[in-house]
């Protein structure tokens, strides 16, 4: 078990990076942040001698941390409600890339994870990487019969070094949360314990390559989009091998235009496809950003990079649906009494004031296209309504929130004019109709009232030890046992927890600024 003096360590040089660059005055100045947080991070940047004017770099702090700090800033950028609106829009942006691997090491881990020589998998292998991220890099290479394929290998020693740093993460979520108040609302310890899921698994490729497989199978009805071939023979934990993409990215925007796309209905099918992988899959890509998008000769969309995917059960898709289909037609009663019935809000709170503060938010959105929007705006409101409410953080949900603000900001730099509420509607009245209309609701209740009569049994014990029901949300991962520095049978009183980690971000100020020649 890792001693808590490595973990304040740890702490106190990502507290000083982070202070450098300005990314922890966010927190100092939020009323809502615990206020021994908020002295913690003053102290920090005074030990950096670090002004709070001037430009908050986020993402540039993340990335001088390391590669798991890279990945937790792009989980973060979800949570505008945990680091707010400015950080969060800052991280979306953060790029993943760091310096490659030597493909002497790349080439020795192949053969090692295979137990085979290289030549006798890949014909050919470009040295120099297509990309290099923090978890892995790609290559371009042709197999043995002949098909040309990306390859993609993970960074060695990678999973170790997440796994120590996911621990100190986990240990200091615990030790926020236990603060209360907002900081307990905002489940930070959930925040991490989804993170360490998706972390786990893009560490595991064929984990990848199984989401690959799976998300091909779901859109395999959808025109005009697809997800490229896996080569399960050259494929395994740290190896996967994958169809080679010749297309266009679609960021690349004057480039479809010369190669004679048409970029509205390319809009509109990204929108689509999003929708029918998030509400009638229930399983979509959540890494949907420019650089894993490529638009083929013909037209076809090809999505590739499946670290990390969301997944939502069928009950939740049908509120997601009626939600997204209420604020739509503004319909804000019905959005407020799912909330209810999904018990994301509590039920002391009344139904029509909650309907009334969704009206306030979504009434200017209706009608307009997205170029005259404010999406940061707008999730400031949907957030003060949620603190204002006592709803407690659904990840899940803000997974989904995020792959729609990336797909919102595709959609809308390959046409300016689209409006990503009428684009969606018709899709979403079809598919409430079809799953939420008479004969499905005849068809569900069928085969439910057959699956009860089969599970009686089991229903009766579950009754019997007091097996609570489930809400909206999916009942959260099991978390670490973390051993609390301010638990009052260990210690008496809880303040000295931010003195010394305080002193330890101080000390490791310190020790930076004499590392980088500024004192002594």
């Excluded at 939740?316 to 959005?335: C, F, H, P, S």
Aim: glycine share 8%; aromatic share 8%.
């Amino acid at each position: 078990m890792t001693s808590p003096v490595t973990h304040l360590s740890r702490l106190a040089r990502w507290g000083v990076t982070l202070a450098r660059r300005r990314a922890l005055v966010g927190i100092e100045e939020d009323p809502n942040a615990p206020s021994q947080l908020r002295r913690l991070v003053k102290l920090a940047r005074w030990a950096t001698f670090t002004s709070k004017n001037g430009t908050r770099d986020y993402g540039e702090a993340f990335r001088a941390i390391g590669p798991a700090a890279i990945k937790l800033g792009q989980s973060l950028a979800t949570r505008p409600d945990l680091v707010g609106e400015e950080a969060a829009e800052n991280l979306l942006s953060l790029q993943d890339s760091l310096p490659p691997v030597p493909f002497g090491e790349i080439k020795a881990s192949i053969e090692a994870s295979f137990d085979q020589p290289i030549e006798t998998l890949f014909a050919e292998i470009d040295p120099v990487p297509v990309g290099a991220a923090s978890i892995a890099q790609v290559h371009k290479g042709i197999t043995t019969d002949g098909h040309t394929v990306a390859i993609k290998v993970l960074r060695p020693g990678i999973r170790e070094k997440f796994a120590r740093d996911i621990q100190t993460y986990e240990w200091a979520a615990a030790h926020v949360e236990e603060m209360g108040g907002e900081a307990a609302r905002l489940r930070p310890r959930l925040t991490i314990a989804n993170f360490k899921r998706w972390t786990n698994s893009e560490l595991d490729l064929r984990r990848e390559a199984a989401s690959a497989s799976e998300l091909a199978e779901e859109m395999s009805g959808v025109g005009g989009y697809r997800i490229p071939a896996i080569d399960w023979d050259r494929t395994n934990g740290r190896v996967l091998t994958v169809e080679w993409v010749d297309g266009v990215k679609i960021s690349k925007r004057d480039e479809l235009i010369a190669r004679g796309h048409d970029l509205n209905a390319l809009a509109e099918k990204l929108v689509i496809s999003f929708l029918t992988q998030a509400i009638s899959a229930g399983f979509f890509h959540a890494d949907m950003h420019q650089g894993n998008l490529f638009v083929e000769d013909d037209g076809t969309i090809v999505a590739i990079d499946f670290g990390i995917m969301g997944r939502i059960d069928r009950r939740a898709r049908q509120w997601l649906a009626e939600i997204l289909y209420g604020l739509t037609t503004g319909n804000y009663k019905r959005v407020a009494e799912i909330h209810f019935e999904a018990q994301y809000v509590p039920s002391y709170h009344s139904v029509g004031e909650f309907a009334t503060a969704l009206r306030a938010v979504g009434e200017p959105m209706r009608g307009k296209p997205v170029k005259e929007l404010s999406v940061g705006q707008m999730l400031d409101g949907l957030f003060a309504i949620t603190r204002d409410f006592d709803m407690q953080t659904q990840p899940h949900l803000l997974l989904l929130q995020k792959t729609m603000v990336m797909v919102e900001g595709i959609a809308t730099q390959l046409n300016p004019d689209i409006n990503m509420w009428d684009t969606a509607a018709p899709y979403v009245r079809s598919w409430i109709r079809d799953e939420l209309g008479p004969e499905a609701a005849v068809a569900d209740r069928i085969k439910e009232d057959t699956e009860t009569l089969l599970r009686l049994p089991g229903l009766i014990r579950r009754l019997e030890e007091k097996f609570p029901p489930k809400g909206g949300a999916p009942e959260p991962p099991p978390l670490p046992d973390i051993k609390l520095m301010t638990d009052r049978s260990e210690r008496r009183g809880r303040s000295w927890f931010g003195y010394l980690l305080a002193i330890a971000v101080g000390a490791g100020a310190v020790w930076g600024g004499m590392s980088m020649g500024w004192i002594g």
